[in-house]
């Protein structure tokens, strides 16, 4: 939520995602451990639990927007002031967040409260991403630990051909390389040089967060996450694993099918024709992710789909801005306002020269209002074009929820904040390149193409979704001590190799620690929002598809320019916190409940011609 935390203020808009907070008087907050009203000095009612909320809320959002300038100054230029800076406002924030969640623990138990104040209330409690103890020091420390982890992950570098590389080029280079001993070289370079020397402060902050979240009433920090969701800890993770049972078996062909692809192509000494995956010939850092590699394992004939939408955006001479102005405009063609002029002032688009920055994209909000921008180091190819797609559906998520009150300011949930603009860029189809004048008529892909174009997509959504599962399965394990301190990495390669079938290319020892070579990770950021969205964003687009009224296969619907969408939309986003995500959904969708079914049968296709494809192979990894 929008609480406070180092790790809640600043880290959610770090993540990528999520939302950053906002505010504009500091001057009238309390000091850090100061409360603005106790159970000790108001009456237990009713009413004094209404006062408490609205005293704290006035006091979190005047406190929010001097700690996102503070987040954003040192995302954007990391220096060890800007750490201090970005350090000293999270402990504050921390402070408060953890006093007032131990006392709206106790205004909950006040009989007769209506709904409202009840769920601000369960809001601040399970709010915070971590919370300090409140034993003297704990949130500094907690805070000093947390931003020196992000700063190690935005100064961190890598090789290639014995020369240091920064991060962004490291991530791209895993992309477009084919020999496997280069990607092998900047693969164990970087997680060598971000992840190893965390390991100590990783450890560390784990236990100062545990011992908050008991403080708190919580098991430990994954069950305090988890229970942020309108149901009970147990219920989410029985969501959870249902939902990816639900779509396991479609993964199981595509890695099957991908693994053969990537046999033929480097032979059995790199890459054998059965087990797990080496995780850097897939294209991605962090093996989760796989359309970068669609050359590889494109069928012939169906796989030339006829277009490359990096080589569109180059022919076209489009510049990072363009290609952010093509995003923007997406949205105002559902009838939804322009970006304000101040984003394309204040926004960090490319990456600046002569500084050290966080370059993982991200979607700020330092208002609460329309002080809107994103984070990017944006170059100029397809994966940023739908990035921008991406993130611009969390500005505008941002702005359609800017009236209401401040613990509201958030997603139905966070896996919410994440599908809105998923779903808007699978839109990204070939009529909305034509539309948009990427692409030309003549040039979309025919029917026959279709299982191409499924699969293109495929190796990016499905591919996702075992590696936004085990990224929390793993944390969760850390935080309940199922996964001690001296097993950190072997858990890790372990759950990495048992969803999503995938094996580092050279061997890994407990000296080293390869979860921090994962944003995510030292940025403190819950994954599981990552997760629904894969789930939720196919939910979102045919319900968009069927609004629109939409004939055809699901994957060539595009919603661009259809206002009845747009207001259908935007109506979902006003509401932000503050009805549980059901609520939200059933708005949208016509249905309650989560499920993959809509992402199946975008798939259904696919699959079958997987099945057929894999007929006879040794499938599986175990």
Request: proline content about 5%.
């Amino acid at each position: 939520m929008k609480l406070a935390a180092s790790v809640s203020l600043i880290a959610l808009a770090l993540a990528g995602c999520a939302t950053t907070p906002g505010a504009v008087a500091v001057a009238d907050a309390p000091a850090a451990g100061e409360s603005l009203a106790t159970p000790a000095d108001q009456a237990m009612t009713t009413e004094g639990a209404r006062a408490f909320v609205a005293a704290v809320e006035k006091d979190l959002f005047d406190l929010s927007t001097i700690s996102a300038r503070a987040g954003w100054v040192n995302a954007t230029y990391i220096t060890d002031d800007t750490d201090a800076l970005a350090a000293y406002f999270g402990t504050i924030g921390t402070e408060k967040g953890v006093k007032y969640a131990l006392e709206a623990a106790k205004w909950s138990r006040v009989p007769g409260l209506d709904a409202d104040t009840q769920r601000k209330l369960n809001i601040l409690r399970g709010g915070l991403v971590l919370a300090a103890p409140t034993t003297p020091g704990a949130a500094a420390e907690l805070n000093d630990i947390a931003t020196k982890l992000q700063s190690t992950y935005g100064k961190g570098r890598a090789r290639h051909r014995g020369k240091e590389i920064t991060g962004d080029d490291a991530e791209e280079l895993m992309g477009t390389l084919r020999n496997p001993a280069e990607l092998q070289e900047i693969w164990q370079s970087w997680h060598e040089n971000v992840g190893r020397p965390m390991r100590a402060d990783y450890t560390r902050l784990v236990d100062l967060a545990n011992q908050g979240a008991k403080e708190l009433g919580y098991a430990d920090t994954g069950a305090m996450w988890r229970s942020n969701y309108d149901m009970t800890p147990e219920e989410f993770s029985a969501m959870y694993d249902r939902l990816w049972a639900e779509t396991k078996p479609l993964y199981d062909q595509l890695h099957c099918y991908t693994r053969t692809k990537l046999n033929q192509k480097y032979g059995d000494k790199v890459q054998p024709a059965t087990g797990p995956i080496r995780a850097d010939l897939l294209g991605n850092m962090w093996a989760q992710e796989w359309g970068n590699i669609y050359d590889i394992v494109a069928p012939k004939g169906a796989g030339d789909v006829g277009y490359d939408v990096t080589d569109l955006l180059k022919a076209k001479k489009k510049t990072p801005t363009d290609m952010v102005r093509i995003g923007e405009g997406f949205y105002t063609s559902l009838g939804l306002p322009a970006l304000p002029a101040s984003f394309y002032e204040r926004s960090q688009i490319t990456r600046p020269e002569g500084r050290e920055v966080i370059c993982h994209a991200s979607a700020w909000d330092l208002d609460n209002k329309d002080d809107l921008r994103i984070k990017m180091c944006t170059k100029v190819n397809g994966d940023d074009f739908v990035t921008i797609h991406h993130e611009l559906g969390h500005n505008y998520y941002q702005r359609a929820y800017n009236q209401q009150p401040y613990l509201y300011l958030n997603g139905a949930n966070d896996g919410f904040h994440e599908a809105i603009g998923d779903f808007v860029a699978l839109s990204v189809t070939p009529e909305y390149l034509v539309q948009i004048g990427l692409l030309d008529r003549n040039k979309v892909p025919s029917a026959d193409k279709d299982i191409g174009l499924l699969l293109r997509q495929a190796m990016d959504k499905v591919a996702f979704l075992p590696f936004g599962l085990l990224v929390d399965k793993w944390r969760w394990g850390v935080f309940d001590g199922s996964t001690a301190p001296t097993a950190y990495n072997q858990s890790w390669v372990a759950l990495k190799q048992q969803y999503q079938g995938i094996a580092p290319p050279v061997a890994r020892t407990e000296a080293d620690f390869d979860p921090g070579a994962k944003y995510h990770i030292p940025g403190n950021t819950p994954y599981a929002r990552y997760f629904l969205a894969r789930i939720l964003q196919f939910q979102f687009y045919k319900a968009a598809c069927d609004t629109a009224g939409w004939q055809g296969p699901l994957h060539r619907c595009s919603f661009y320019g259809n206002k009845q969408v747009g207001q259908k939309l935007n109506a979902m986003l006003e509401v932000g916190a503050s009805k549980p995500w059901p609520e939200a959904l059933e708005a949208f969708t016509g249905s309650r409940e989560m499920t993959a079914k809509p992402m199946l049968d975008y798939f259904a296709p696919l699959q079958a011609w997987l099945e057929q494809q894999n007929a006879g192979k040794q499938c599986g990894w175990s």
